[in-house]
């Protein structure tokens, strides 16, 4: 690695610095409140340190719009979960769960900045191995753990098909580059013939972890049932982010059209991912477990920009590109999830999680002015989650579903796939309404049951929720810059725009 | 000044909004009594902000441009939009074949752009004046009620709702205000809610409103496909070309709309349905009586002089698409002509003081659609400037009946309270100056405006080629006006003259309101005496309006026929009838209900007339024959229909998703290693797919 990439790495190293400042100085002192202040200080850093470099080709790295977009995603995520998971000063084990949240939000950065299999690979599983600490560290109760093993083991077996297929790529480019890679499979110096449709597989089936795809979603209800609100907020966007801009580097620019198979994959999983999720989540009555089936359903959505992007071939002035609705939707979805969860932790106390949707009974008329204001709070997020207009989650679906509509397809029947996706996902939408709805139902039409909640002790994580609630809002009234935000960072865009830089990279 | 436009446009919305959201979070734990003051703060800065507007459009009106008709300069008007920012883009979406081989594409946009033109600006001034007096009447008038902060919240929402409504320069964007003035209507009118009357009105007026909304989301999306944008103004394209905006200077300037034949008619009938829903015309008006049921500060406000000029509003706004289609102006005036007489007629034996007050709002609204129907500038004009004198005096006369109401317990039959003046002195003087400004007395306000729609529709009579139709309206807009002062007269010497009466509810203790009450009254009765005379004498409210691009394109696309001499004729007339009104309410009223008057109500039910007025020409019952009982009958059937077949149907549909996902939950067992089978069975169910091709899974 050069000393162009070291220095292009800046932001990741300071959130890793951060990582270890508060694990080693964690053994000496536990009051969690304080490694929050160092934790959201080195996430500064890395943004200041982010804004200041200016971008720039240093192989094994790929420093593009995309990276960047994510990049930044990653350091704002991560300062909504260190907030969200904001606690009270006794707390042990604060400084292990901060640290191990600071080394995922690197590990994310670090995916984002790949340019490289290897690379790629080691920040997947940077964001993997401090999971299973925060896991099993965050509720150490026998469902907590089962919930960790659950999640290591079911890991390391999507890891190893991921590998698997990533090594049908440099056996067939000789390198592990992806830019390199794309280019030989481009100009035929290598070829992945009859494999190409395999490592496609296989690289869709181990990222499908990740992002919890059907069917590699098993661990996903089981393990954000079991661990905290804050493990499930990570858990809901961290593996997601990366695992798609994974999706995006692996299939969309390294495989480049080397093989039809991928839009096909790609619609086969949406169809089946976003049906099982909504179907699923229509029986939940433990919220973790019912915002688990709807991150999964939310992946089915994400997954319709990217068979949109691999169909390739819009009609004349479509308006969507499939990447860019996909990371627009991943945005939306994370604030409103993110949101969720830390509006469920201001609700709970140390050791008595809310975790039941009947906790939640008439919560709009409880006592505490803030309890009120997080009821409308959740209503906000669920409504946006729904897809109802004028919040951020209306122009969301917009996005994708119009996309998938604009696709005109290079083979036959193609367009009327992706017309009956368009259908399918919103039929979906209006199943997923019944128990997103049931919630806010919950909340305002239901007398409250057992005794009214303070949770007044917990108001970073209720500001948390208040960042997360205005934004929805506000990408909904004013959503077409952060559309174009998104629509900047795409492949296509980079295609558009700067093909002297990729030549560079070479 | 005109640097400051576009910070004026924001100020305008945003302080009211600001207001109420600042009574809704702290109304009840902090300020409680003290609800009304963030509200009343952000509508007199807003207030301030319209004024400064006016002035400021009015600087940066080209010199010399004056009567837009008499001169022959190409007058375009005056506009100027401020982008907020765009809510939505969707590319391509419009895409109509231009050619053989050509065809136009458009994006769909939602811009959100304020405009600042002399009808915008007239309109923003008048709504925030009269709200500002309205929510300093309310301090007084809603004291010690239980949602005191709740009230002051709407009305803060409902300003805000409507000068957005009249400041946008978008059809979807008029639509989603639109709504929004009409939810914070429906809110208050049942503000009482615990009131089964109060509550049953809101949801009749939400209800009616709603056939009218559909009318006007209909004409919406037909806009969208004969034009291919809903702006008003113009715009740049992505290719760089300017989209002409539906209302906008590029298509305005070409002399034609673009349009014509059926569509024009239709988006015409379409746009009418609508405002007919808002502004309570025939066959539609039968929420506004009951929504009377509101706070009276609400009825002065909303249902007087502020929303339900809305659809005076957006028709004077379409006016080039009015003048696209003779059938559409007839059926505008038509309508307008037919509810003024037909308002005027019910008010005649009307007992309830608000409902009176209602009839006549219906029947003067009538009459803006009157003037708006003779597709004349002179009518246009004549129809706005008849909305902006009719607030002041209406408004007027409502806040004072809420003065009546409150000194006489809440009681508004007007058979029940009597020679009122010396207990409330200051209400029956400004009482006294709105009754005379809507009769029509010569010099107040309601008599010019009256006059100018009267002569507008005398000269379309006069008009080689024009039908009959507009010489009937013309008889019968007169008509209408002896009527007004008839029935304005009846209310004002039963509730102020004649033997003193006063009803238990009273308490005995019937006093003159506090002064927040009384100071909004008086400031609006000087207006009403003097906005008519003033503007008359000026020109200045004319000249202005004119300057909107839509009114210039009137007075260039249909230049003012030179003065017929018809204007003092008719003036006189009005005049005479007036005052003929006004004597004749004398002489039947005045003291007391007279043997005369007795003699006039049984001459009346010999030939059924007076029954017919009371029963407001059976229309409500019309509606229960035509429109509920079959609704009921239908809605029976459907219950029927629902509870055994549909029903079950849905919930057999209903359940198909949670009975899959049933069959499939036993999947998630929780064991690892079945989860891990699971995994690589999927894994190997896609390699088998690619390697064996799709078509076994139906691609």
Redesign the interface.
Known sequence: MSSDALWQLGPETLVALAAVVVYVAGAFAAPRAAWSWVGLAGLGAAALCLASTTPQAAEPLRIDALALWLRWFALASGALLILTSWRPAADADGAELLGSLLLIIAGMMLVAAAGDLVLLFLGLELISIPTYIVLFVGRRTSEGR?AA??YF??SI??SA?LLFGLSFLYGAAGTTSIEGIHQRLLDGGGSLGGFA??A???I??GL??KIAA???H??A??VYQGTTNDGAALLSVAPKAAGFLALVRLVAVAAEGV?S?AW??AL?LAVLTMT?G???A??QDNLRRLLAYSSIAHAGYMLIGLAVYLGGNT??????DGVAALLFYLLIYALATVGTFAALNYLGETGQPVDHVDQLAGLAWSEE?RSRATAWLIAAFMFSLTGIPPLAGF?GK?ALF?GALGVRGTEP?MRS?FVGLAVLGIVNAA?AA?YYLRVVGAMFFRMPMGKPRTGGSRSVPFAAAVICALLVVAIG????PWYEAADRATPAAAAREAPEMIADAR | MESWIPLLLVLIPVLPLAGAALTAVLGR?VLAGRSHLPVVVGIAGSFLAAAGLVLAIHGSLPAGANLPGAGDSVNAGYERTVDL?????????Y?QPAGPDAFV?R?FRIDVTLRADPLSAIMLAMVTFISLLVAVYSVGYMRGDRGYWRFFAYIGLFVFSMTMLVSVSNFLLLYVFWEAVGLCSYLLIGFWYERPAAAAAGKKAFLVNRIGDFGFALGVFLIWTAFGTLNFHDTLGADGRIVAGVLGEARLEGGSIGIGGGTATWICLLLLLGACGKSAQFPLHVWLPDAMEGPTPVSALIHAATMVTAGVYMLARCAPLLLATVDGQMAVALIGGFTALLGGLIALTQTDLKRILAYSTISQLGYMFLGLGTGTVLGATAGMFHLFTHAFFKALLFLGAGSVMHAMGGVVDIRRFGGLRRILPVTHATFLVGCLALSGFPLLSGFFSKDLILVAVHERAAESGSTGLYQWLYWSAALTALLTAFYTFRAFFSTFYGQKQIPHEAGGQAHEAPRSMLVPLVVLAVCAALVGGYFEVTHGFADYLQQTPSIAYLARQAPQPAATGGHREVMLTSAVIALAGIGLAAALYWPRRSAAADAARRAGQAVGFYQLSLRKFFIDEVYQVLLVWPGLAVARASDWIDQRIIDRLVNFVGRV??A???A??P??N?L?P???V??V???LV??A???MG?GW?G?
């Open positions: 089962e093993v659950k083991y079911l077996l999507a098909i449709g395999l496609l597989v296989f869709f089936a499908s972890y059907v069917p590699f098993f661990y209800p089981d093989s198979d096909r994959i086969a099982t909504n179907l699923l229509l029986w009609l004349a002035g479509a308006a969507f002015p122009w917009l119009a029947a796939w199943i019944a009234l004013i959503p077409t | 734990p920012w765009n809510w939505a883009v969707i590319g391509g979406a895409h594409m994006d998703p949670p899959v996902g049933a499939i939950r999947v998630q929780g690892i079945f989860y891990a699971g995994m069975f999927g894994l896609l390699l797919a690619v390697l799709w899974l691609t």
